[in-house]
T-cell receptor
């Protein structure tokens, strides 16, 4: 089946630094990937749609200059949280569309101290 | 605006009991999916329902899509501790996951 690998699974960074999260489709090509954010005990909220070879589409209220998305190949999308602050601490999840639905990565727990 | 409301939000039951989780909306969806998510992991797809009135069974899990394609339910028979997790419904209003809207979630705990 379709597998999406997300790395790292957790990261702790200092306030003001940047963090990059990778999302890879391992056994299929994904022209489109999606980035979600999930706060504790809450559901997933779509942040942006990542399109291979073009600019990402951001949902309303998501700062594109803060959450940089790059989708340079058909198997890799990256999300960079720039100048991270404690309020950016959250669980970030990527997904990609496969033949039978959407496959999700295992998530990245970001803690900004 | 939250398009999909799930109820109950939290549910704690004894092993062997039955339960039903509801996913309701005022919007029509072309399809609806159910996911289960465990702490620290991404959601895992359980089922996709497409046709209004459709019923799908997956072992002890029964999924139903409302006739008007606005709501869905998940029924678990004889719950087991392994069923513990966050259950999420997600409705699609077209192609592409930018049109995939997640429900508010139901956190299920099955006590041995």
């Amino acid at each position: 089946g379709a597998v999406v690998s997300q790395h790292p699974s957790w990261v702790i960074c200092k306030s003001g630094t940047s963090v990059k999260i990778e999302c890879r489709s391992l056994d299929f090509q994904a022209t489109t990937m999606f980035w979600y954010r999930q706060f504790p005990k809450q559901s997933l909220m779509l942040m942006a749609t990542s399109n291979e070879g073009s600019k990402a589409t951001y949902e309303q209220g998501v700062e594109k200059d803060k959450f940089l998305i790059n989708h340079a190949s058909l198997t890799l999308s990256t999300l960079t949280v720039t100048s991270a602050h404690p309020e950016d601490s959250s669980f970030y999840i990527c997904s990609a569309s496969a033949n039978y639905g959407y496959t999700f990565g295992s998530g990245t727990r970001l803690t900004v101290v | 605006t939250q398009l999909l409301e799930q109820s109950p939000q939290f549910l704690s039951i004894q092993e062997g009991e039955n339960l039903t989780v509801y996913c309701n909306s005022s919007s029509v969806f072309s399809s609806l999916q159910w996911y289960r998510q465990e702490p620290g992991e991404g959601p895992v797809l359980l089922v996709t329902v497409v046709t209004g009135g459709e019923v799908k069974k997956l072992k002890r899990l029964t999924f139903q899509f409302g006739d008007a394609r606005k709501d869905s339910s998940l029924h678990i028979t004889a719950a087991q501790p392994g069923d513990t997790g966050l259950y999420l419904c997600a409705g699609a209003r077209g192609s592409g996951a930018n049109n995939l809207f997640f429900g508010t979630g139901t956190r299920l705990t099955v006590i041995p």
